[in-house]
């Protein structure tokens, strides 16, 4: 072949090529493109007869940068009716992708929440949260007070679960655990805090610093015996699910026991009464650093050990006063006192948990892991005993 | 003609230096290793993935350690020449008449799986039937080049696929898997089975290596690197099933091929990051690329052995329609996509192939290296006119 | 007289050539010249020196053995070779009786003065530039090259334009084959003329028809003879100031004179910026094209925002839109080019100013667009040899971005590296020392290692003597 036909040929390919390329009209439809859609950021689900979904969306304003927030709710018999039928009511493609909360209603039993990431753009990272009844009033409350904060991020949970001693679960995580052996699941329930007149103009200021913020600051000031007054959110209990749905929410304390556990805290306040030289010390309180949990299970004895060690950096006046680096015997005691708080906390939860029948601490996973066979023929949730064992190491 | 190929400096006297070589041989170890096949056998075995991945990988290395002594002992021959010499004309054209097919396949699989990452990951909406024209555009410009520029190609390449590939095992690392999620092991052994049989379509991804018999330029240590970069690729293959087994070994109903590693760290580093993972995965995805245009190369090659014509371009256009229809009408269809990799037929033949390919080649070779004193006459092949080019 | 009238009968216009005729004792004697390329000194010393001369000339040969002439002087009896000699400008001499000339060098025209070259300007380091004479040019690099190893072989090429051509290389480096191989190609050409060395090119590139440059391109005597001294083969052409050396990798293009002036660490630094610079500049636009279609959710979701706002209501699609704003600034940019300087002026105004802006303003582009497009540009001039293919390069991955996504980008990049990897120029493979990989030549590819380290030559580069330094 001469070179001349080889370039004929080549030519002729190219056009060939470019042709087929630029004129498919599915490649250039315009549809695709970023202005046709619309960011839902949080997204709210109700079960119940029909499913209901709550989009918090995001629009571009005039400005530079600037958004206005708002809220849709539609329903549909199936969850892809309804997120069909969000993109019908907002008049463009609810793009999914960028969520990054779920709020999970009473009502939704958790294979909804399996079709949720199976059938949608919605990403496995997404963080859960439990509303205490309808999903679609608390998306209502955060859109309101994002609005009021101008908070621009509504990933609060994320940051909950690096920077504060919170329960945190994603969708892929959440699921996970309801399919292990323990068949047990859990996610922070939010709840808003109404107005006290006193504290408000505080909250404000924080709500200002960014949405993130405000999730470890209400939690923090309840710990610290405050009563978290001022609107802003409240992330203190737990939802327990099993595959049959939502088992029911626990208290402050016990959720603190599960996070210890189960959850990837890092940080986050520990609060304890210490009792050196006779005289009690309330309230001490310290920063976690790290921690390390290890489930051993005894498939002989039919009993389980929690064995938790944390690292802690106590700080404040009253730690002060007591003064553990000089003396042998203050810093005996308050390891003591941090390890009977915590050991509380966690006893709170196995008990709190064994009321509704759930195994949050995954127990029951860690027979199955290690002893099947005795998991599958002898095992009773109700019988093991459980023992903790919680080391703590000052910083 | 071929005074001048020899003449190539020292850099390049043959199509591949040994470098190269061993650089092809890490990304076909874990190119498409780390594609659909996880999501497949997790489906198929839930937990116990990783052990399936790793029994199908050691064949696969036996396999590979078959090659590499082929490609070492070969000499001067390339396979073409030695199975005419060993084979007669007509049977070695039989022979690499079935091998094109064997190549055929696998281009089919690899360039399927391509596709649907793609398709499920990256794009919305992603019409297979047109952009799949770019792919082959770049398969026509590998059949027509030789086999030193594809090797060139990966040998540039290669520096971005580890680097992408040690930030994602950073990843993984960093954020900490709950990896004892594995256990317990083999609790059900009739899903192991069954990913077993998954996993032999998947089988035989080193196949192509029989084209470096006779133009590599192997030297003391290249079949030992060759073997360390295989055990080293299928090792990262192996960490990442184990990944993903570890994430969704409670729930295999949930992994689709919409799911893969991307998604995995997606969900274990969050959207802190701004998705870097995607661009890691699309990056990395080239090697994938590579794959497959090693074995579109070797089902052109094949080809033209078979016709006795060195038309490249030609061959190369014709493959290229043949890909595209069976891509377009029957690949991208799920259902009939995993039939074919998980049908009874392709199930036996695919392994078996996969074994008889490198061990026929070792043979032509140890025989051709006892005939070589006798005749010496160079059959002249795609290869042997393309060297020279 | 018949001699005379011979060469003149060769002239389309024989005007133009002058002839001095004058008697020497009873010989009839004539010198032809071209009055336009010859010095008329010459003419007249050569008049004075016949006339004055003792002993008496009655041919060629007594002219050239009596005459005392600091020029050169060749007997020729070749009349297409004299005219030619004629139209280089030098000085023929006839004597009646005797069919030959007498050829005497009297060339000199005028030329410019040697000056720094605006191509490859330089801090620091020899500001000497090839000018349009050969003769200048190779003093410039003979005087850089002081060794009996300096060949320097000649040839004319152009049946028209008779351009002389100077291979020049060291014997004891280049490699005999890439000599030979040239000396082939350059045989070969058969063409009325040459104009410029890049004229030569496209015989000699082993793929004339491609983006690349196969060819390395100086103006500068000190690169070419430090690409020399690594075993390339330099082509001077009569009246082009621009040197082509042979072989060519593409990292050349990423190499300038000054690294090797500056500090070797700085001049690293410099080459990693010229590196991310070129990919910034090639990949960036595509890129933009490829996320704002097809991958959003890579986008971050603040980043989204801020983009939503500035696409709100654009007539354009973010294609359509980029490819607009990237064809605009290469028209910006080519007309800038050949303006002359103070209309340049107006015109970066009128194309930045004006039209940027009021474009922006109007809502017609949008400012990421202007943004990407410009960072892209500004990227690309890092490499100023490179900014020809790489520009056309950056509209081909912006289409295909646009159209195909990051899937179309990727391979889209694939193909061109199987492209370039596939260019082998005269055994030197074109990508080396990065695939082939040699390490060795990584001394002076990204990083560029102090001169006391880099004791042999460049591996890619074939050559017969390694060694650069003891």
């Given at each position: 072949m001469t070179t001349q036909k080889k370039l004929l040929i080549y030519k002729i390919l190219i056009f060939v090529f470019a042709f087929i390329v630029a004129f498919l009209p599915t490649t250039v439809s315009r549809s695709r493109e970023?202005?046709?859609?619309?960011?839902?950021?949080?997204?709210?689900?109700?079960?119940?007869?029909?499913?209901?979904?709550?989009?918090?969306?995001?629009?571009?304003?005039?400005?530079?940068?600037?958004?206005?927030?708002?809220?849709?709710?539609?329903?549909?018999?199936?969850?892809?009716?309804?997120?069909?039928?969000?993109?019908?009511?907002?008049?463009?493609?609810?793009?999914?992708?960028?969520?990054?909360?779920?709020?999970?209603?009473?009502?939704?039993?958790?294979?909804?929440?399996?079709?949720?990431?199976?059938?949608?753009?919605?990403?496995?990272?997404?963080?859960?949260?439990?509303?205490?009844?309808?999903?679609?009033?608390?998306?209502?409350?955060?859109?309101?007070?994002?609005?009021?904060?101008?908070?621009?991020?509504?990933?609060?949970?994320?940051?909950?679960?690096?920077?504060?001693?919170?329960?945190?679960?994603?969708?892929?995580?959440?699921?996970?655990?309801?399919?292990?052996?323990?068949?047990?699941?859990?996610?922070?329930?939010?709840?808003?805090?109404?107005?006290?007149?006193?504290?408000?103009?505080?909250?404000?200021?924080?709500?200002?610093?960014?949405?993130?913020?405000?999730?470890?600051?209400?939690?923090?000031?309840?710990?610290?015996?405050?009563?978290?007054?001022?609107?802003?959110?409240?992330?203190?209990?737990?939802?327990?699910?099993?595959?049959?749905?939502?088992?029911?929410?626990?208290?402050?304390?016990?959720?603190?026991?599960?996070?210890?556990?189960?959850?990837?805290?890092?940080?986050?306040?520990?609060?304890?009464?210490?009792?050196?030289?006779?005289?009690?010390?309330?309230?001490?309180?310290?920063?976690?650093?790290?921690?390390?949990?290890?489930?051993?299970?005894?498939?002989?004895?039919?009993?389980?050990?929690?064995?938790?060690?944390?690292?802690?950096?106590?700080?404040?006046?009253?730690?002060?006063?007591?003064?553990?680096?000089?003396?042998?015997?203050?810093?005996?005691?308050?390891?003591?006192?941090?390890?009977?708080?915590?050991?509380?906390?966690?006893?709170?939860?196995?008990?709190?948990?064994?009321?509704?029948?759930?195994?949050?601490?995954?127990?029951?996973?860690?027979?199955?892991?290690?002893?099947?066979?005795?998991?599958?023929?002898?095992?009773?949730?109700?019988?093991?005993?459980?023992?903790?064992?919680?080391?703590?190491?000052?910083? | 003609m071929d005074?001048q190929a020899?003449?190539t400096?020292?850099?390049e006297?043959?199509q591949a230096?040994?470098?190269q070589?061993?650089?092809i041989?890490?990304i076909?170890?874990?190119a498409t290793?780390?594609f659909?096949?996880?999501?497949?056998?997790?489906?198929?075995?839930?937990?116990?993935?990783?052990?399936?991945?790793?029994?199908?990988?050691?064949?696969?290395?036996?396999?590979?350690?078959?090659?590499?002594?082929?490609?070492?002992?070969?000499?001067?021959?390339n396979l073409f020449?030695?199975?005419?010499?060993?084979?007669?004309?007509?049977?070695?054209k039989?022979?690499t008449a079935?091998f094109a097919l064997f190549m055929f396949f696998k281009l089919n699989i690899c360039v399927a799986e391509a596709l649907l990452f793609y398709a499920d990951?990256v794009f919305t909406d992603f019409s297979v039937s047109v952009l799949i024209f770019v792919l082959l555009f770049f398969f026509v410009a590998v059949g027509k080049h030789t086999l030193r520029a594809l090797c060139r190609l990966n040998e540039l390449i290669?520096?971005i696929?580890?680097?992408?590939?040690?930030?994602?095992?950073?990843?993984?690392?960093?954020?900490?898997?709950?990896?004892?999620?594995?256990?317990?092991?083999?609790?059900?052994?009739?899903?192991?089975?069954?990913?077993?049989?998954?996993?032999?379509?998947?089988?035989?991804?080193?196949?192509p290596?029989?084209l470096f018999?006779?133009r590599?330029?192997?030297?003391?240590?290249?079949?030992?690197?060759?073997?360390?970069?295989?055990?080293?690729?299928?090792?990262?293959?192996?960490?990442?099933?184990?990944?993903?087994?570890?994430?969704?070994?409670?729930?295999?109903?949930?992994?689709?091929?919409?799911?893969?590693?991307?998604?995995?760290?997606?969900?274990?580093?969050?959207?802190?990051?701004?998705?870097?993972?995607?661009?890691?995965?699309v990056l990395?995805s080239v090697s994938v690329f590579i794959e497959s245009a090693l074995f579109f190369y070797a089902t052109c090659r094949c080809v033209a052995f078979v016709i006795g014509k060195n038309a490249h371009v030609a061959i190369s256009l014709g493959v290229c329609v043949l890909l595209y229809f069976s891509q377009v009408f029957f690949m991208t269809d799920?259902?009939i996509f995993?039939?074919v990799?998980?049908?009874?037929?392709?199930?036996?033949?695919?392994?078996?192939?996969?074994?008889?390919?490198?061990?026929?080649?070792?043979?032509?070779?140890?025989?051709?290296?006892?005939?070589?004193?006798?005749?010496?006459?160079?059959a002249q092949t795609g290869m042997r006119a393309e060297e020279s080019k | 007289?018949?001699?005379?009238?011979?060469?003149?009968?060769?002239?389309?216009?024989?005007?133009?050539?002058?002839?001095?005729?004058?008697?020497?004792?009873?010989?009839?004697?004539?010198?032809?010249?071209?009055?336009?390329?010859?010095?008329?000194?010459?003419?007249?010393?050569?008049?004075?020196?016949?006339?004055?001369?003792?002993?008496?000339?009655?041919?060629?040969?007594?002219?050239?053995?009596?005459?005392?002439?600091?020029?050169?002087?060749?007997?020729?009896?070749?009349?297409?070779?004299?005219?030619?000699?004629?139209?280089?400008?030098?000085?023929?001499?006839?004597?009646?009786?005797?069919?030959?000339?007498?050829?005497?060098?009297?060339?000199?025209?005028?030329?410019?003065?040697?000056?720094?070259?605006?191509?490859?300007?330089?801090?620091?380091?020899?500001?000497?530039?090839?000018?349009?004479?050969?003769?200048?040019?190779?003093?410039?690099?003979?005087?850089?090259?002081?060794?009996?190893?300096?060949?320097?072989?000649?040839?004319?090429?152009?049946?028209?334009?008779?351009?002389?051509?100077?291979?020049?290389?060291?014997?004891?480096?280049?490699?005999?084959?890439?000599?030979?191989k040239?000396?082939q190609r350059l045989?070969k050409i058969d063409i009325d003329g040459i104009v410029d060395s890049n004229y030569l090119l496209p015989y000699l590139e082993e793929k004339p028809y491609s983006l690349f440059s196969q060819a390395g391109i100086?103006?500068?005597?000190?690169?070419?003879?430090?690409?020399?001294?690594?075993?390339?083969?330099?082509?001077?052409?009569?009246?082009?100031?621009?040197?082509v050396?042979l072989p060519f990798l593409l990292?050349?293009e990423?190499?300038?004179?000054?690294?090797?002036?500056?500090?070797?660490?700085?001049?690293?630094?410099?080459?990693?910026?010229?590196?991310?610079?070129l990919i910034l500049a090639t990949l960036l636009p595509g890129a933009y094209v490829a996320l704002q279609n097809f991958h959003?959710?890579?986008?971050?979701?603040?980043?989204?925002?801020?983009?939503?706002?500035?696409?709100?209501?654009?007539p354009l699609s973010p294609m359509a839109e980029t490819l607009f704003v990237l064809v605009l600034f290469e028209i910006i940019r080519e007309a800038?080019v050949r303006?002359?300087?103070?209309?340049?002026?107006?015109?970066?105004?009128?194309?930045?100013?004006?039209?940027?802006?009021?474009?922006?303003?109007?809502?017609?582009i949008?400012?990421?667009a202007?943004?990407v497009t410009?960072?892209s540009s500004?990227?690309l001039?890092?490499v100023?040899n490179l900014i020809g293919p790489m520009s056309v390069l950056r509209l081909i991955y912006t289409l295909v971005g646009g159209l195909c996504g990051l899937f179309g980008l990727t391979i889209a990049v694939l193909f061109s590296l199987h492209y370039v990897c596939a260019l082998n120029a005269y055994d030197a493979p074109y990508l080396a020392?990065f695939s082939p990989?040699?390490?060795?030549?990584?001394?002076?590819?990204?990083?560029?290692?102090?001169?006391?380290?880099?004791?042999?030559?460049?591996?890619?580069?074939?050559?017969?003597?390694?060694?650069?330094?003891?």
């Amino acid at each position: 072949m001469t070179t001349q036909k080889k370039l004929l040929i080549y030519k002729i390919l190219i056009f060939v090529f470019a042709f087929i390329v630029a004129f498919l009209p599915t490649t250039v439809s315009r549809s695709r493109e970023v202005n046709s859609r619309v960011i839902v950021e949080i997204l709210g689900i109700d079960g119940g007869e029909e499913i209901g979904v709550t989009a918090q969306y995001v629009m571009p304003t005039g400005a530079q940068g600037a958004t206005s927030k708002d809220t849709v709710s539609v329903k549909g018999k199936t969850l892809q009716e309804a997120v069909e039928a969000l993109s019908t009511a907002l008049g463009r493609r609810a793009e999914l992708g960028h969520c990054s909360m779920v709020i999970v209603g009473e009502n939704v039993e958790p294979e909804l929440l399996g079709t949720l990431m199976t059938a949608t753009d919605v990403t496995a990272d997404v963080y859960l949260a439990a509303a205490e009844s309808k999903a679609e009033e608390l998306v209502g409350q955060l859109t309101d007070f994002m609005k009021k904060t101008g908070a621009t991020d509504a990933d609060f949970i994320a940051y909950g679960a690096k920077k504060s001693h919170v329960a945190t679960n994603t969708l892929l995580g959440f699921l996970c655990d309801i399919g292990s052996a323990s068949q047990s699941s859990f996610m922070p329930v939010v709840t808003m805090i109404e107005n006290s007149d006193k504290q408000s103009a505080q909250s404000g200021d924080d709500g200002g610093e960014g949405g993130g913020g405000e999730g470890s600051q209400g939690d923090g000031s309840g710990k610290q015996g405050g009563d978290g007054g001022g609107t802003g959110m409240n992330v203190e209990k737990l939802a327990l699910y099993s595959p049959d749905g939502r088992l029911g929410v626990i208290d402050k304390d016990a959720a603190r026991g599960v996070a210890w556990v189960s959850s990837p805290i890092e940080k986050g306040i520990v609060t304890a009464t210490v009792q050196a030289d006779g005289e009690t010390v309330a309230e001490v309180s310290a920063r976690l650093l790290k921690k390390h949990v290890d489930i051993k299970t005894y498939a002989k004895t039919n009993s389980a050990k929690i064995k938790v060690r944390a690292i802690i950096e106590p700080r404040g006046d009253k730690f002060n006063k007591l003064d553990a680096k000089n003396s042998a015997a203050a810093s005996k005691a308050i390891k003591d006192g941090f390890s009977k708080a915590i050991e509380s906390e966690l006893r709170a939860a196995k008990e709190s948990a064994a009321l509704y029948g759930c195994d949050p601490l995954f127990i029951g996973k860690t027979f199955y892991r290690y002893s099947p066979d005795y998991f599958e023929t002898e095992y009773d949730a109700g019988s093991v005993d459980i023992d903790f064992d919680v080391e703590i190491v000052i910083k | 003609m071929d005074n001048q190929a020899t003449n190539t400096d020292k850099l390049e006297t043959k199509q591949a230096t040994g470098k190269q070589f061993t650089a092809i041989i890490f990304i076909l170890a874990l190119a498409t290793k780390m594609f659909l096949l996880p999501i497949f056998l997790i489906q198929a075995t839930g937990r116990d993935a990783y052990i399936v991945m790793a029994i199908g990988g050691a064949f696969d290395l036996a396999m590979l350690g078959v090659t590499i002594a082929a490609v070492c002992l070969s000499g001067e021959r390339n396979l073409f020449e030695l199975l005419t010499a060993v084979f007669g004309k007509v049977a070695a054209k039989t022979i690499t008449a079935v091998f094109a097919l064997f190549m055929f396949f696998k281009l089919n699989i690899c360039v399927a799986e391509a596709l649907l990452f793609y398709a499920d990951n990256v794009f919305t909406d992603f019409s297979v039937s047109v952009l799949i024209f770019v792919l082959l555009f770049f398969f026509v410009a590998v059949g027509k080049h030789t086999l030193r520029a594809l090797c060139r190609l990966n040998e540039l390449i290669i520096p971005i696929v580890v680097v992408c590939l040690a930030i994602l095992i950073t990843i993984v690392l960093m954020t900490g898997f709950d990896l004892a999620n594995i256990f317990p092991s083999l609790r059900d052994p009739a899903a192991f089975k069954s990913g077993l049989f998954r996993h032999s379509a998947w089988s035989g991804d080193f196949t192509p290596l029989i084209l470096f018999i006779g133009r590599t330029k192997t030297k003391k240590f290249t079949g030992l690197f060759g073997a360390a970069s295989g055990v080293s690729g299928m090792c990262v293959a192996v960490f990442f099933t184990l990944v993903m087994s570890a994430a969704f070994g409670n729930v295999p109903v949930l992994v689709d091929t919409s799911t893969n590693l991307s998604s995995i760290l997606q969900f274990s580093i969050g959207n802190v990051y701004g998705r870097i993972d995607m661009f890691s995965s699309v990056l990395w995805s080239v090697s994938v690329f590579i794959e497959s245009a090693l074995f579109f190369y070797a089902t052109c090659r094949c080809v033209a052995f078979v016709i006795g014509k060195n038309a490249h371009v030609a061959i190369s256009l014709g493959v290229c329609v043949l890909l595209y229809f069976s891509q377009v009408f029957f690949m991208t269809d799920q259902t009939i996509f995993s039939f074919v990799v998980t049908s009874y037929a392709s199930a036996i033949a695919t392994p078996t192939l996969a074994a008889v390919i490198p061990l026929l080649s070792l043979v032509c070779v140890l025989i051709g290296r006892k005939k070589h004193d006798g005749s010496m006459s160079p059959a002249q092949t795609g290869m042997r006119a393309e060297e020279s080019k | 007289m018949e001699n005379v009238e011979r060469i003149k009968g060769k002239f389309e216009t024989p005007e133009n050539i002058t002839t001095h005729e004058f008697k020497c004792g009873q010989k009839d004697c004539a010198v032809l010249v071209h009055p336009d390329l010859s010095d008329v000194q010459t003419v007249r010393a050569v008049i004075y020196a016949i006339k004055r001369c003792d002993r008496k000339i009655n041919t060629l040969d007594d002219f050239s053995e009596f005459a005392v002439l600091e020029y050169d002087i060749n007997i020729s009896s070749d009349v297409d070779d004299c005219t030619n000699k004629l139209l280089n400008g030098d000085v023929i001499l006839c004597i009646d009786g005797d069919r030959r000339y007498a050829v005497i060098n009297a060339r000199s025209y005028t030329t410019r003065g040697i000056t720094e070259p605006p191509t490859e300007t330089v801090m620091r380091g020899p500001r000497e530039g090839f000018i349009e004479d050969l003769k200048t040019n190779l003093s410039l690099l003979e005087r850089r090259l002081k060794t009996p190893d300096f060949a320097i072989e000649r040839m004319e090429i152009g049946r028209k334009t008779k351009t002389n051509v100077a291979l020049c290389y060291l014997k004891s480096v280049a490699a005999p084959r890439v000599v030979k191989k040239i000396k082939q190609r350059l045989k070969k050409i058969d063409i009325d003329g040459i104009v410029d060395s890049n004229y030569l090119l496209p015989y000699l590139e082993e793929k004339p028809y491609s983006l690349f440059s196969q060819a390395g391109i100086s103006e500068k005597p000190d690169v070419v003879a430090a690409k020399m001294l690594e075993g390339r083969v330099a082509l001077v052409v009569d009246g082009s100031p621009m040197v082509v050396t042979l072989p060519f990798l593409l990292i050349e293009e990423f190499q300038s004179g000054e690294d090797y002036y500056q500090r070797s660490m700085y001049s690293t630094f410099v080459r990693v910026l010229r590196y991310l610079g070129l990919i910034l500049a090639t990949l960036l636009p595509g890129a933009y094209v490829a996320l704002q279609n097809f991958h959003y959710t890579l986008i971050p979701v603040r980043f989204m925002i801020t983009l939503m706002t500035a696409i709100k209501g654009l007539p354009l699609s973010p294609m359509a839109e980029t490819l607009f704003v990237l064809v605009l600034f290469e028209i910006i940019r080519e007309a800038s080019v050949r303006m002359p300087r103070a209309v340049g002026m107006a015109m970066s105004i009128v194309g930045a100013l004006v039209l940027g802006e009021t474009a922006v303003n109007a809502g017609i582009i949008s400012s990421p667009a202007v943004m990407v497009t410009a960072l892209s540009s500004i990227a690309l001039f890092t490499v100023p040899n490179l900014i020809g293919p790489m520009s056309v390069l950056r509209l081909i991955y912006t289409l295909v971005g646009g159209l195909c996504g990051l899937f179309g980008l990727t391979i889209a990049v694939l193909f061109s590296l199987h492209y370039v990897c596939a260019l082998n120029a005269y055994d030197a493979p074109y990508l080396a020392p990065f695939s082939p990989l040699v390490y060795s030549d990584f001394k002076d590819a990204v990083d560029r290692a102090p001169l006391i380290q880099m004791k042999k030559r460049p591996q890619s580069i074939p050559n017969i003597n390694e060694t650069r330094q003891g």
